[in-house]
């Protein structure tokens, strides 16, 4: 089954603590993107790869880091996690330009930073 | 700077009504725009993807129009469904491949 995979659903942890949200695809997409969805402020792009070892910013790129060593994977990185980045995140990836279905999104992942 | 804007920002309607959902955006120089389902706590559907070439996209009971001059879409849905109650979503890609998010339509189909 075509799909975006996300890990974990849920995590809770602690300020300071570094830690990896994992992302996956397997419909050899060009293009991933991560972003944070807020209440009130919908879903804003954090980054985004145009393919492998191509990445960019998106609009609220502060306090994270992404690497895109491979096709299929594009992981979340928060070096020092602090609680304005309890959020629920998403991974979406599509091919280059958009075209076919567009965007495929995983099933999120809800962080609190405590 | 990209802006996209939904109205209404919650609809609510009785069973079987016929709907529209509004998304306008600032910048008509876009690569297309997607429209997507969200339930609670869930993650994003895809619903309909009109590229800047087309006018619409037609999927069962939904109907996706887009003007890029006057920078509006439009999501039609027809004889609404309690199962439709959901959170209803565009997203635009610009021409750098940025995609901006609308916040939203929030509906409610009564039974």
């Known amino acids: 089954e075509a799909q975006v995979t996300q890990n974990p659903r849920y995590l809770i942890t602690v300020t300071g603590k570094k830690l990896t949200v994992t992302c996956s695809q397997n419909m050899n997409h060009e293009y991933m993107s991560w972003y944070r969805q807020d209440p009130g402020l919908g879903l804003r792009q954090i980054y985004y790869s145009m393919n492998v070892e191509v990445t960019d910013k998106g609009d609220v790129p502060e306090g994270y880091k992404v690497s895109r060593k491979e096709k299929r994977n594009f992981p979340l990185i928060l070096e020092s996690p602090s609680p304005n980045q309890t959020s629920l995140y998403f991974c979406a990836s599509s091919l280059k330009g958009g075209l076919g279905r567009g965007y495929t999104f995983g099933s999120g992942t809800r962080l609190t930073v405590v | 700077k990209q802006e996209v804007t939904q109205i209404p920002a919650a609809l609510s309607v009785p069973e079987g009504e016929n709907l529209v959902l509004n998304c306008s955006f600032t910048d008509s120089a876009i690569y297309n725009l997607q429209w997507f389902r969200q339930d609670p706590g869930k993650g994003l559907t895809s619903l309909l993807l009109?590229?800047?070439?087309?006018r619409e996209q037609t999927s069962g009971r939904l109907n996706a129009s887009l003007d890029k001059s006057s920078g509006r879409s439009t999501l039609y849905i027809a004889a609404s469904q309690p199962g439709d109650s959901a959170t209803y979503l565009c997203?635009?890609?610009?021409?750098?491949?940025?995609?901006?998010f609308g916040a939203g339509t929030r509906l409610f189909v009564k039974a």
């Open positions: 997203a635009v890609r610009d021409g750098g491949f940025k995609t901006i």
């Open positions: 009109i590229q800047s070439s087309q």
